[in-house]
Nanobody, 124 residues
Framework: QVQLVESGGGLVQPGGSLRLSCTAS????????VGWFRQVEGKEHKGVAC????????YYDDSVKGRFTVSRDNAKNTLYLEMISLKPEDTAVYYC?????????????????WGPGTQVTVSS
């Protein structure tokens, strides 16, 4: 069964850090472009950090550049998102996804496999 499951979300104060994890089962993450999207209630999904399959190049949305880092551990079949200097506007449900679309972060909801999401709340 193809499945992605996120973990690591929670409540953090502004300026704090979190690391999200996304473990895949039923398929190999390294065979796909992978990435993290977030959604604020009432708005579309937005790609924030993605890794291509072909050359492992990264894409970051301007709003997270310098603060978020996406990485993949092929041995664990797991995707990570390191987030530092968190801001209240980073509050959202975060989803991991895997797709055959290499520029997946440029689409709102690229076709592929998606996890159920994990809530990140940045508040004092």
């Amino acid at each position: 069964q193809v499945q992605l499951v996120e973990s690591g979300g929670g409540l953090v104060q502004p300026g704090g850090s979190l690391r999200l994890s996304c473990t895949a089962s039923g398929f190999t993450l390294d065979d796909y472009a992978v990435g993290w999207f977030r959604q604020v209630e009432g708005k579309e999904h937005k790609g924030v950090a993605c890794l291509t399959r072909n050359d492992g190049s990264t894409y970051y949305d301007d709003s997270v550049k310098g603060r978020f880092t996406v990485s993949r551990d092929n041995a664990k079949n797991t995707l990570y998102l390191e987030m530092i200097s968190l801001k209240p506007e980073d509050t959202a449900v975060y989803y991991c996804a895997a797709s055959s679309i290499q520029d997946m972060c440029l689409q709102s909801f690229p076709a592929g496999s998606w996890g159920p999401g994990t809530q990140v709340t940045v508040s004092s």
